[in-house]
């Protein structure tokens, strides 16, 4: 799915959403890489009130038939009994929240399971507890990373483009999380290191050579992920000495963007 910025929700407005409407309806949040997909579930769960549900990761692409559960012979009735992973605490008491994440990169064979789960709210043939909510995530089709849904899946679930916060937000985000002062300073004044290849013409995106830019092939790049990631280089850039710190900074956010964040660090030792 390709989306218009114009028609994308905050990254802060999917919790609000999946709260209200997921146990009803599977939203499938759809965004570029590294824009803060995945802290959802915490958010939801939050959302929801922590004594009542219990939240569920599951990484699709890496979960097999088997680690969900199995088909297990029963001695006394003399048929399959399914027994759910222990990831899955039915007995509990509590509702679950189910996040599927990377939904869009499941093998053929886990898309059936994963699909009965997201629809039917059953997994294996064992219903979740009433009230559970699933929901989960997935690229867009211009990021080309290729993530697919399957066209009769996709039109049983709601699909929302999510797009990237802006600077605003995720300087509010980061003063709550208690960044480094280099980090944030580098956010206010470089506020294109939150900028989104999504809507954006390629001469734009050429002067861009921080952020994800899906043409260029470059898997290391600013994202809120990465940055958050690079605030731990930062706030040991003392001990680690400038050229070890610039030399994480460029496997973390990329070449162009370690440049910028070494030269923050510096000028940061240079004022009183």
């Known amino acids: 799915m390709n989306a218009n910025i114009e028609n994308m929700i905050s990254i802060n407005d999917a919790p609000k959403l999946i709260a209200t409407v997921g146990n009803d309806v599977t939203v499938v949040l759809l965004g570029e890489p590294g824009i803060g997909k995945t802290n ?5 769960h939050e959302t929801l009130g922590a004594d009542d549900y219990i939240p569920i990761y599951i990484d699709c692409p890496v979960i097999g038939d088997g680690d969900l559960g199995m088909r297990i012979p029963d001695r006394d009735t003399k048929q399959l009994e399914t027994y759910i992973s222990s990831l899955f605490p039915m007995q509990s008491g ?21 699909t009965r789960l997201m629809l039917d709210r059953i997994l294996g043939d064992v219903p979740l507890p009433d009230g559970s909510i699933v929901f989960a995530t997935s690229n867009l089709r211009s990021d080309g990373v290729g993530d697919t849904i399957e066209g009769h899946v996709g039109n049983r679930v709601m699909r929302v483009p999510v797009r990237k916060a802006n600077h605003k937000e995720f300087l509010t ?4 999380t ?3 002062s280099v980090l944030r300073a580098l956010v206010s004044i470089k ?19 921080y952020i994800y830019n899906p043409t260029s092939g470059n898997s290391t790049y600013a994202s809120p992920r990465s940055m958050c990631k690079a605030d731990h280089i930062i ?18 956010v990329g070449e162009a963007a370690a440049e910028l964040f070494s030269a923050f660090i510096m000028m940061e030792k240079d004022l009183t």
């Open 235 to 252: 706030k040991q850039s003392k001990v680690l000495g400038e050229r070890l710190t610039k030399i994480a900074l460029i496997g973390t």
């Open 173 to 176: 985000y980061l003063a709550a």
């Open 178 to 180: 208690g960044a480094s």
């Open 94 to 114: 509590k509702k679950l929240i189910i996040m599927l994440d990377e939904i869009g990169k499941v093998s053929k064979m886990m898309g059936k399971v994963f």
């Open 40 to 44: 959802v579930l915490r958010k939801v």
């Open 191 to 209: 506020p294109m290191l939150c900028a989104s290849y999504v809507g954006m013409s390629q001469d734009r995106l050429k002067d861009n050579p």
